[in-house]
T-cell receptor, first 114, second 114 residues
Framework: DAKTTQPTSMDCAEGRAANLPCNHSTISGNEYVYWYRQIHSQGPQYIIHGLKNNETNEMASLIITEDRKSSTLILPHATLRDTAVYYCIVRPRGGGTSYGKLTFGQGTILTVHP | DTAVSQTPKYLVTQMGNDKSIKCEQNLGHDTMYWYKQDSKKFLKIMFSYNNKELIINETVPNRFSPKSPDKAHLNLHINSLELGDSAVYFC?????????????FGSGTRLTVV
């Protein structure tokens, strides 16, 4: 699975957009970008994923650069409840030698303040 | 209705004891996992089971023995507990290896060995 690099921490004001970057310069053609978050004392929660097109769901938007070497998770109107650790994971969809394994890095600690 | 439930939520025990953590999922998934999150907050996979068959064993000490009586359950038994086993253990499930989409985690079991 490709290695990812994320900032250690970020701050965001409540109601503003939170833009969380992720670098994955060694991503290969069959690897998707997945985002999870972990709110304090809870298990990780799936947010969104994408291959090359931008994606949007009820939680967030995912912008992937044309060369696919980086992506940005956007929480359009951050709330205090969005304070969490956000993980960017890159891996192929299905099969491979590490069946089902998600590799979590350090992630980005996002703090949303009033 | 909790999708992935773990019991107990907290477990405090003495060194040398044997303990078990139970996990059940009601999502109809065929793959289940155990992850460990240590004091530095790194989240690492320990085991995965697909249709009751062990798929991944990430060089976990033999003192850890997962057991999957059926697709909906994956229990973790730990023998001769050591101080270093103190961590939060998360159970998760997915329908096959879908890359990273739709993995559902439990709320964790905080194990403290004294």
């Amino acid at each position: 699975d490709a290695k990812t690099t994320q900032p250690t921490s970020m701050d965001c004001a409540e109601g503003r957009a939170a833009n969380l970057p992720c670098n994955h310069s060694t991503i290969s053609g069959n690897e998707y970008v997945y985002w999870y978050r972990q709110i304090h004392s809870q298990g990780p929660q799936y947010i969104i994923h994408g291959l090359k097109n931008n994606e949007t769901n009820e939680m967030a938007s995912l912008i992937i650069t044309e060369d696919r070497k980086s992506s940005t998770l956007i929480l359009p109107h951050a709330t205090l409840r969005d304070t969490a650790v956000y993980y960017c994971i890159v891996r192929p969809r299905g099969g491979g030698t590490s069946y089902g394994k998600l590799t979590f890095g350090q992630g980005t600690i996002l703090t949303v303040h009033p | 209705d909790t999708a992935v439930s773990q019991t107990p939520k907290y477990l405090v025990t003495q060194m040398g004891n044997d303990k078990s953590i139970k996990c059940e999922q009601n999502l109809g998934h065929d793959t289940m996992y155990w992850y460990k999150q240590d004091s530095k907050k790194f989240l690492k996979i320990m085991f995965s089971y697909n249709n009751k068959e062990l798929i991944i064993n990430e060089t976990v000490p033999n003192r850890f023995s997962p057991k999957s009586p059926d697709k909906a359950h994956l229990n973790l038994h730990i023998n001769s507990l050591e101080l270093g086993d103190s961590a939060v253990y998360f159970c998760a499930s997915s329908q096959g290896d879908r890359g990273g989409y739709g993995y559902t985690f439990g709320s964790g079991t905080r194990l403290t060995v004294v």
